[in-house]
Structures are given as structure tokens and as C-alpha cells.
Antibody, heavy 122, light 110 residues
Framework: EAQVVESGGGLVQPGRSLRLSCTGS????????MNWFRQAPGKGLEWVGF??????????EYAASVKGRFTVSRDYTKSIAYLQMNSLRTEDTAVYYC?????????????WGQGTLVTVSS | QTVVTQEPSLTVSPGGTVTLTCGSS?????????PNWFQQKPGQAPRPLIH???NRYSWTPARFSGSLLGGKAALTLSGVQPEDEAEYYC??????????FGGGTKLTVL
């Protein structure tokens, strides 16, 4: 079964760092733009950032709320996408989801994970 | 700051038809914003329903359809089932580039 699975969530103090992983399996990982989204408790969904495929330059883009603090990267050999989160704030508390998307004349989020909870609290 | 607007809540009777809309503060929604729709039930991850305005995923029931309507993206549910009660989110793509979600529509089947 093709899927993505997030891991690495947990409790972290404000100002500290945490790295999330998103492991893909059952599909050609290199063909997919890897996205991160989040959902704070009781709130709506928010896009966090993405890393493009090699074909599209492998570059990254971020939401204004995390730019300069969060970094998305990917390891093609391991089929893993990462979300490095630095200088964490209490407002970063959320369930973090990753999703693999085909990007071209269409954009389809073919693979969406179950999420990992990040709690930022002292 | 780009704002994407959805109806906060809608109610529909079983077997009925309902249309959810998704508007943009920048003007008319077009196919170039690649409208995506997601369904989320309590305690579950979002599930993609429609991509690129009107394309269903393999797992999306045929009663769900997407379109552009009056300058907005629209999600129509025809023959609503009790299990369609959920929160529905639209997602639009903007140059910048960035993605923006709507605030969600809570659909009640009553």
C-alpha cells in the first residue's frame, strides 16, 4: 500500500528545536513535491511549506508564519522528507501532516499522512 | 494577506443537494489556483476529495463534484449521505508561491 507516515512529534520547550520526518513508501518518491501542513487544536488547516522535486529544482517555499525558522528538506535515497523546526513558539503547537503532491498541469495531493502532534510548552 | 472564504456552516437533508463555495480576497478563483477540496471528520486526518478544480481521486464517491461557479470554486454534494457530515476545507494556490486554506465549512446532515 502506498503511503506517507509522519514521525518525530512530541513535547518541546519554547525556543527549542524539533525535526519531523515523513517516510514515503509504495510510490516513486522523487516524482512528488513534499508538503507540510499543520492544524492547531480546534482550528483550521494551515500550509507550512514544501520542497519541490529535482525536476523542478528541488527548491523550497514557506508560509510567512514559519519562514526563517522552519526548513523543509528531502532525502531521495531514503524516501524521507523532513521538517526542521527551530525557535519553536507556543503557537506552533499543532498536528503536523505531510502530503506528497504531483505538480504539473494539475496539482493532486495523492498521499496524505495521519499526522504527528507537536506540543510546544514549558 | 490573502484570505480564502468559505461558508462557516451549512445544513442539508439526507438525499439532498448542497453546494459549498470557496472565494478569494484577490478576486475570481480560476483554474490556475488549482482548487483542492478536503473532507475532515472529528479526530481524523483530512482526506483529499477533489483536485485541480474538478478532478476526483480514485476513492472519491461520484456524488462529490467540483467546479468554478460565479468567480468561486464550488464543491457540490448530490444525494447527500449521513456519513458526509464533516468539515470541508478548500485550498488555493497563489503566486509567491504559497497555498492558502479556507476557514472550513461544517456540514450537518439533518
Amino acid at each position: 500500500e502506498a503511503q506517507v507516515v509522519e514521525s518525530g512529534g512530541g513535547l518541546v520547550q519554547p525556543g527549542r528545536s524539533l525535526r519531523l520526518s515523513c517516510t514515503g513508501s509504495g510510490f516513486t518518491f522523487g516524482d512528488y513535491t513534499m508538503n507540510w501542513f499543520r492544524q492547531a487544536p480546534g482550528k483550521g488547516l494551515e500550509w507550512v511549506g514544501f520542497v519541490r522535486t529535482r525536476l523542478h529544482g528541488g527548491t523550497t517555499e514557506y508560509a510567512a508564519s514559519v519562514k526563517g525558522r522552519f526548513t523543509v528538506s528531502r532525502d531521495y535515497t531514503k524516501s524521507i522528507a523532513y521538517l526542521q523546526m527551530n525557535s519553536l513558539r507556543t503557537e506552533d503547537t499543532a498536528v503536523y501532516y505531510c502530503a506528497g503532491a504531483i505538480v504539473g498541469t494539475i496539482v493532486s495531493f495523492d498521499y496524505w499522512g495521519q499526522g504527528t502532534l507537536v506540543t510546544v510548552s514549558s | 494577506q490573502t484570505v480564502v472564504t468559505q461558508e462557516p456552516s451549512l445544513t442539508v437533508s439526507p438525499g439532498g443537494t448542497v453546494t459549498l463555495t470557496c472565494g478569494s480576497s484577490t478576486g475570481a478563483v480560476t483554474s490556475g489556483t488549482f482548487p483542492n477540496w478536503f473532507q475532515q471528520k472529528p479526530g481524523q486526518a483530512p482526506r483529499p476529495l477533489i483536485h485541480s478544480t474538478s478532478n476526483r481521486y480514485s476513492w472519491t464517491p461520484a456524488r462529490f463534484s467540483g467546479s468554478l461557479l460565479g468567480g468561486k470554486a464550488a464543491l457540490t454534494l448530490s444525494g447527500v449521505q449521513p456519513e458526509d457530515e464533516a468539515e470541508y476545507y478548500c485550498l488555493l494556490y497563489y503566486g509567491g508561491p504559497h497555498w492558502v486554506f479556507g476557514g472550513g465549512t461544517k456540514l450537518t446532515v439533518l
